[in-house]
């Protein structure tokens, strides 16, 4: 039953991204090329050009995947690091092997929440965000534009980051947060692209 639920929730996901990237389209060609979004042209095609914009496409994921390790190692790192430390107290206060593997586990737990904690903070996330924001505003979108994109970019790489580290651990994050990214700086753009039809067919309205 939950599976069933999972699956249809998949779907409806996958079907409102199509929805909007079909409205998306056809809003761009309601307000033409100078009024849809800038980064959102050149992405792909840029990324498979065999050039310069393949290189600047494998440069920008490498560095977000690169502090995405980065964040991931240090989880893990406080965790084995707190394991240890607790196994140490277990052998000294006489515990059985079974019991100190068990506080070992839930100290090592705790230490990796807390530094996924702090971590979050500062790592993948904010680099990825700020990257996505200069980037699309250095391929000529606005502001708003940039914003959208780096906003949708931050809370995507969040959200992927926090469901994949739940199914697959690290590895399940560094997925994750590579894939959220990538949908959420897609959404932002689709949504820019939205408001400006929207905005556009109000305007002919009036």
């Known amino acids: 039953m939950d599976f069933q639920k999972r699956k249809v929730q998949f779907l409806l996901f996958v079907s409102a991204i199509i929805a909007l990237n079909i409205t998306a389209e056809k809003c ?3 307000v033409g090329e100078k009024g849809s979004s800038e980064s959102g042209k050149l992405r792909f095609l840029n990324c498979f050009d065999m050039g310069f914009g ?4 494998s440069v920008r994921e490498s560095v977000k995947l690169y502090f995405y390790n980065i964040r991931a190692a240090h989880v893990e790192g406080a965790r084995h690091d707190a394991m240890r430390r ?13 019991n100190s593997a068990k506080y070992a586990k839930k100290k090592g737990d705790k230490a990796a929440k807390l530094a996924s904690r702090k971590a979050k903070r500062v790592m993948g ?3 990825s965000c700020g990257w996505d924001f200069f980037e ?13 994109r780096g906003t949708s970019t931050l809370f995507g790489t969040y959200a992927g980051g926090f469901f994949g580290e739940q199914k697959l651990g690290r590895f399940g994050y560094l997925l994750g ?10 959404t932002g753009l689709l949504l820019y692209d939205l408001a ?4 556009f067919l109000l305007h002919s309205v009036t």
Not at 54 to 57: G, I, V, Y
Not at 136 to 148: M, N, Q, R, S
């Open 125 to 127: 996330p904010i680099i």
């Open 196 to 199: 400006n039809g929207l905005h």
């Open 28 to 30: 761009r060609q309601l």
């Open 86 to 98: 607790a196994l140490a107290d277990g052998v000294k206060q006489g515990m059985s092997p079974s």
């Open 54 to 57: 393949s290189l600047a496409c």
């Open 177 to 186: 947060s590579h894939m959220g990214s990538w949908l959420g700086a897609t």
């Open 136 to 148: 699309a505003v250095y391929y000529g979108g606005t502001l708003t534009e940039g914003f959208l």
